[in-house]
């Protein structure tokens, strides 16, 4: 669709240059009084200033993101992609500014629903206040094409839900968590819980380290009960369940030792 609109334009940009050009050609002056050059000063001089403005403009408000930009959805060849877990790897501006917010062209490295990996590019507009919100190691939603996966789009469907499943599938996958631990934190009772104790086991998953935590748990009546689980984190979450930590929780009243730990993805 971007295409056709950028060919339209040049085309009709070529023709509109083009009747300019045969115009003051073929001209033929009308009196002998008339100024030479006449041919070159009529209405048609218009055309040609349109189209220099107009083939920049269709360029530039048809390049990737522009159009996300405002109407805050993916483009369609994207708003129906699969949804995939892409972790920033880098990031850089592209120079292109719309209403003096930059364009930002983001390297990904893709996690896609079957759990294969794949490097793929995104560019998007992103306010200037939240731009600082781009770091490495941070991770995203994306839209992708199976049959075209250097390039992706960050996911505007504002659908929690689905890239939460997105999440807890890719999760399940590398053993960093099971269904079971899911279904408790989805059913489970929410409370809190203060870290009294932590220890490193030792294993390590895709990065993820396993933590063994001795926890203080406050039940819905105000009491409290002690519990030890275990957990695989991530090096920069590590600093959200040291001790003295106050965490989110969630257990099943029939089975309140074993505790799930609520903690953001991108901490």
Request: hydrophobic letters at 45%; zero cysteines.
């Given at each position: 669709m971007m295409k056709s609109l950028r060919w339209i334009a040049v085309a009709l940009a070529a023709l509109a240059i083009g009747y300019y050009l045969l115009h003051g050609l073929t001209y033929v002056r009308t009196s002998e009084y008339e100024p030479a050059?006449?041919?070159?000063?009529?209405?048609?001089?218009?055309?040609?200033?349109?189209?220099?403005?107009?083939?920049?403009?269709?360029?530039?408000?048809?390049?990737?993101?522009?159009?996300?930009?405002?109407?805050?959805?993916?483009?369609?060849?994207?708003?129906?992609?699969?949804?995939?877990?892409?972790?920033?790897?880098?990031?850089?501006?592209?120079?292109?500014?719309?209403?003096?917010?930059?364009?930002?062209?983001?390297?990904?490295?893709?996690?896609?629903?079957?759990?294969?990996?794949?490097?793929?590019?995104?560019?998007?507009?992103?306010?200037?206040?939240?731009?600082?919100?781009?770091?490495?190691?941070?991770?995203?939603?994306?839209?992708?094409?199976?049959?075209?996966?250097?390039?992706?789009?960050?996911?505007?469907?504002?659908?929690?839900?689905?890239?939460?499943?997105?999440?807890?599938?890719?999760?399940?996958?590398?053993?960093?968590?099971?269904?079971?631990?899911?279904?408790?934190?989805?059913?489970?009772?929410?409370?809190?819980?203060?870290v009294q104790a932590l220890s490193v086991t030792g294993t390590i998953r895709d990065g993820h380290s396993e933590v063994a935590l001795g926890l203080v748990v406050t039940r819905p009546d105000g009491s409290t009960y002690r519990t030890q689980v275990t957990k695989f984190l991530a090096p920069s979450t590590i600093g959200q369940v040291q001790v003295g930590r106050i965490l989110r929780v969630h257990y099943l009243p029939g089975n309140e030792d074993e505790v799930v730990i609520a903690l953001p993805v991108n901490a």
């Open positions: 050059g006449m041919g070159w000063l009529g209405w048609q001089m218009v055309l040609p200033i349109i189209a220099l403005t107009l083939v920049p403009m269709v360029f530039a408000f048809t390049g990737e993101g522009i159009i996300a930009a405002f109407t805050g959805r993916n483009s369609a060849a994207f708003r129906n992609g699969l949804l995939g877990l892409g972790t920033i790897t880098s990031f850089r501006q592209t120079g292109l500014t719309v209403n003096d917010q930059p364009q930002v062209r983001i390297e990904f490295r893709v996690e896609g629903m079957d759990g294969k990996t794949f490097d793929a590019a995104a560019k998007m507009i992103v306010p200037l206040t939240e731009l600082a919100l781009l770091q490495p190691g941070v991770v995203l939603p994306v839209r992708y094409l199976p049959d075209r996966t250097d390039k992706v789009e960050v996911d505007l469907s504002g659908d929690p839900a689905t890239a939460q499943q997105a999440m807890n599938e890719s999760l399940i996958r590398k053993g960093i968590t099971t269904r079971h631990k899911l279904d408790i934190a989805e059913r489970g009772i929410a409370t809190q819980a203060v």
